[in-house]
């Protein structure tokens, strides 16, 4: 019987398969790669607010602390949205009649809540919780970037499960002290930027996870701020992080213990502590490991598994 195909058509054969097999490769990695883009994870992108509300302007401008606003962040599962109430304690003074406020005037005279447009949103079978990441040394900026820096709120960061256990694995290269939780700017320890600090010796008090038991500096504890030594006792503490804060007025004062310039992680005074228990770092692995030790940081293992965060 004479051959029905011939060698070149056989060629050609193993050519489609082959590029059959190149379409599959490549519509996987386009649905991949689909499933991770920012389109599906939302990642950057500006919505449509009611109100065009800058942090830019309200936190880097005016100074404004984020607790200010998001007044549960260390305390709840959420860090919340501030109600109208809240900006009128300025904007019955500020833009009274500024037309881009118009929608808040409306809330408040209705008592209807600002329609403001979720960015941040995991699915509901994932379990997450601010005040322990906020109690146990990660900052805002870990997690949303440099909301300082945003005309317009956007999600940072994919929020996908890889990217959370990117941290949860070895969260070292992201541990802060707790006072530097709200500080945008924070780039961890280097020779640079060292931080100092000391064991307190007490133990949380159990009612939050809270870091009670270290102190940390980001000015040498051993020289007072006219540069002489401070040998015995630190008594004049140096404002823990170089954030700008409300400028005046009493509705404008921060709610938080963490915020204060005079106290420290565990809300006391930082003169407590002799400078001479304060240790050193200068780079930011050592920096983490000693408050992974300090904030008593369960095992990668612990931190990666299913029931972390599928409850
Ligand atoms: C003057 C009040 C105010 C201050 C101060 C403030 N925020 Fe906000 N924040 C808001 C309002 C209002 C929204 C909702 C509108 C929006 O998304 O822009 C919001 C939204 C957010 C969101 C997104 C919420 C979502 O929908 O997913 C994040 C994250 C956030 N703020 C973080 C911060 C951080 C971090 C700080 C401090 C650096 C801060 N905010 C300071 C008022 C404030
Ligand atoms: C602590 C006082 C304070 C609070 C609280 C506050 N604002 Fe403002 N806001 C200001 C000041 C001051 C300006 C004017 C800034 C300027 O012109 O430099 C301003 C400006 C604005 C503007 C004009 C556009 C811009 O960003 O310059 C909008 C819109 C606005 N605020 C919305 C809000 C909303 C919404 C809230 C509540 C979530 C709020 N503000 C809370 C003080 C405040
Ligand atoms: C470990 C990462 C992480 C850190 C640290 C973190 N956030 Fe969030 N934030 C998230 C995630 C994830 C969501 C979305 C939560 C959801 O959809 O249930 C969110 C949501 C929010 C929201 C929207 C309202 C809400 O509570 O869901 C605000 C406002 C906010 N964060 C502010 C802050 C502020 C202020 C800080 C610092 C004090 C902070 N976040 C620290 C990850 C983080
Ligand atoms: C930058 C680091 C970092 C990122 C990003 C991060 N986490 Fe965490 N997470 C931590 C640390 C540190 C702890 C505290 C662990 C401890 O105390 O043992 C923690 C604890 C938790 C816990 C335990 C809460 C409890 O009460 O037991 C949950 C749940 C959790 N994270 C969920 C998430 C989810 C969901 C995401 C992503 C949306 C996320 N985390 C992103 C660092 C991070
Ligand atoms: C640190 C928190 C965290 C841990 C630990 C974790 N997940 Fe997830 N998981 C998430 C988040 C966040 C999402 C949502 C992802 C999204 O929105 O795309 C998710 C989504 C999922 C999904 C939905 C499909 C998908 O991939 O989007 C499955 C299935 C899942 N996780 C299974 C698991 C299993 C099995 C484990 C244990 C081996 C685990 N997860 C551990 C945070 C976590």
Same mark, same amino acid.
């Given at each position: 019987? /004479?051959?029905? &195909?011939?060698?070149?058509?056989?060629?050609?054969?193993?050519?489609?398969?082959?590029?059959?097999?190149?379409?599959?490769?490549?519509?996987?990695?386009?649905?991949?790669?689909?499933?991770?883009?920012?389109?599906?994870?939302?990642?950057?992108?500006?919505?449509?607010?009611?109100?065009? &509300?800058?942090?830019?302007?309200?936190? %880097?401008?005016?100074?404004?602390?984020?607790?200010?606003?998001?007044?549960?962040?260390?305390?709840?599962?959420?860090?919340?949205?501030?109600?109208? *109430?809240? !900006?009128?304690?300025?904007?019955?003074?500020?833009?009274?009649?500024?037309?881009?406020?118009?929608?808040?005037?409306?809330?408040?005279?209705?008592?209807?809540?600002?329609?403001?447009?979720?960015?941040?949103?995991?699915?509901?079978?994932?379990? &997450?919780?601010?005040?322990?990441?906020?109690? *146990?040394?990660?900052? !805002?900026?870990?997690?949303?970037?440099?909301?300082?820096?945003?005309?317009?709120?956007?999600?940072?960061?994919?929020?996908?499960?890889?990217?959370?256990?990117? !941290?949860?694995?070895?969260?070292? =290269?992201?541990?802060?002290?707790?006072?530097?939780?709200?500080?945008? /700017?924070? %780039? =961890?320890?280097?020779? =640079?930027?060292?931080?100092?600090?000391?064991?307190?010796?007490?133990?949380?008090? =159990?009612?939050?996870?809270?870091?009670?038991?270290?102190? !940390?500096?980001?000015?040498?504890?051993?020289?007072?701020?006219?540069?002489? /030594?401070?040998?015995?006792?630190?008594?004049?503490?140096?404002?823990?992080?170089?954030?700008?804060?409300?400028?005046?007025?009493?509705?404008?004062?921060?709610?938080? *213990?963490?915020?204060?310039?005079?106290?420290?992680?565990?809300?006391?005074?930082?003169?407590?502590?002799?400078?001479?228990?304060? *240790?050193?770092?200068?780079?930011? /692995?050592?920096?983490?490991? &000693?408050?992974?030790?300090?904030?008593?940081?369960?095992?990668?293992?612990?931190?990666?598994?299913?029931?972390?965060?599928?409850?």
């Amino acid at each position: 019987m /004479a051959q029905v &195909f011939d060698r070149s058509s056989n060629a050609l054969a193993r050519a489609s398969l082959v590029l059959t097999g190149l379409i599959v490769i490549a519509l996987g990695v386009t649905l991949d790669q689909l499933q991770r883009s920012p389109w599906v994870t939302r990642q950057g992108q500006r919505a449509d607010q009611p109100i065009p &509300f800058s942090h830019q302007h309200h936190v %880097e401008g005016l100074g404004i602390q984020c607790q200010y606003c998001h007044t549960s962040v260390e305390v709840s599962s959420y860090a919340g949205i501030p109600p109208t *109430k809240t !900006c009128i304690n300025c904007h019955s003074q500020i833009w009274t009649n500024a037309p881009l406020l118009e929608p808040v005037r409306q809330s408040w005279a209705t008592g209807a809540s600002i329609p403001w447009i979720r960015i941040h949103d995991l699915p509901d079978y994932v379990y &997450f919780n601010h005040s322990i990441h906020v109690n *146990k040394g990660i900052g !805002c900026s870990s997690c949303h970037g440099r909301v300082d820096e945003m005309p317009l709120m956007y999600q940072q960061n994919s929020l996908q499960m890889e990217w959370c256990l990117n !941290c949860h694995r070895n969260p070292t =290269g992201n541990i802060r002290p707790t006072s530097e939780i709200y500080n945008m /700017a924070w %780039e =961890g320890a280097s020779s =640079g930027h060292p931080v100092w600090c000391a064991p307190t010796g007490k133990a949380a008090d =159990g009612k939050i996870p809270t870091a009670e038991n270290v102190v !940390c500096t980001t000015t040498d504890p051993k020289v007072n701020s006219d540069g002489s /030594a401070n040998v015995a006792m630190l008594q004049t503490p140096a404002p823990m992080a170089p954030l700008a804060r409300p400028q005046s007025g009493d509705h404008m004062e921060p709610t938080s *213990k963490m915020d204060s310039g005079t106290t420290t992680t565990n809300g006391a005074p930082l003169g407590e502590t002799p400078a001479a228990n304060y *240790k050193k770092f200068t780079n930011q /692995a050592e920096l983490g490991r &000693f408050l992974m030790a300090q904030y008593h940081i369960r095992t990668a293992n612990e931190l990666a598994s299913c029931e972390t965060c599928h409850r």
